[in-house]
């Protein structure tokens, strides 16, 4: 084991293993790979646990392998091999970031009036229908599963053609709630036309500002959506705007009507 490792965990007064001291040994024989390599990669290579690699790191100093390879980059700050290490530190950044803008942005989009008017029109409705389709249902349906335990009647449908067919079926008393990044899906916007001719109160959850959801929808909720998709061949962008706006009503419904 190189000396600097030895003076480590030498300071620090604990035991390593034979497999603690060995993944070190390993790892000082293989400085110059450190820098690409992931813990995983790592585990495999040493044949050790990834357990055994935080457990040593720990010991001799460090909260982890990451937090031991940024040593080695300010240690190495000259050395063309560690600028790996700033290419993914900005790579991570930017994805923070990413995330990060999604969420402020779309918290500043929101106005405490469209709030008040949704928590009174759900409160009054003799019940919720909640449409969504694709990555949308699974806030559909976390949202629907906490009305339901704050005492509110409320259903979930994803199923175009039941969508179709319930939204020609609700009563005036009752209020029907889109979720939708694009605000254009087709079944949503049939069934919205549909609760317009019934007089049925309705509430949109979107990204897009210009989406035909909108203009057929009574309260409007519209997030912000980042340009950056890291699946740009899919249809799998973020909800997270989404996910904002949606806790946001349901910690606020929860707070003013459900006791403690």
């Known amino acids: 084991m190189s000396e600097f490792f030895t003076q480590k965990y030498q300071k620090s007064g604990v035991h390593l293993s034979s497999s603690e001291k060995y993944v070190l040994t390993y790892i000082e024989n293989?400085?110059?790979?450190?820098?690409?390599?992931?813990?995983?990669k790592l585990s495999e290579e040493a044949n050790v646990s990834t357990a055994t690699i935080v457990r040593a790191m720990k010991k001799i100093g460090y909260d982890g392998f990451t937090s031991f390879k940024h040593h080695l980059k300010d240690a190495e700050e000259q050395n063309p091999t560690f600028?790996?290490?700033?290419?993914?530190?900005?790579?991570?950044?930017?994805?923070?970031?990413k995330n990060e803008q999604e969420v402020t942005r779309t918290i500043q989009l929101l106005d405490s009036g469209t709030i008040e008017d949704a928590l009174q029109k759900i409160k009054a409705a003799s019940k919720i229908s909640i449409f969504a389709r694709g990555f949308s249902e699974l806030i559909?349906?976390?949202m629907a599963i906490k009305f339901q335990l704050m005492g509110k009647h409320c259903d979930l449908h994803d199923d175009p053609n039941i969508i179709r067919s319930i939204s020609k079926k609700i009563k005036s008393t009752e209020i029907v709630i889109f979720i939708s990044l694009s605000g254009?899906?087709?079944e949503l916007i049939e069934a919205a036309k549909n609760c317009q001719k019934q007089n049925v109160s309705t509430i949109t959850f979107t990204a897009n500002q210009d989406g035909p959801l909108i203009k057929l929808s009574e309260l409007i909720f519209v997030g912000y959506k980042s340009a950056i998709s890291y699946f740009p061949d899919y249809e799998v962008r973020s909800r997270l705007p989404l996910q904002v706006m949606t806790r946001i009503l349901l910690d606020s419904y929860a707070s003013r009507f459900v006791s403690d």
């Open 83 to 97: 600028a790996i290490m700033e290419q993914v530190d900005k790579k991570i950044q930017e994805a923070i970031i």
């Open 184 to 186: 254009e899906t087709p």
């Open 30 to 40: 293989n400085l110059a790979k450190i820098p690409a390599i992931s813990i995983v």
């Open 140 to 142: 559909a349906k976390e």
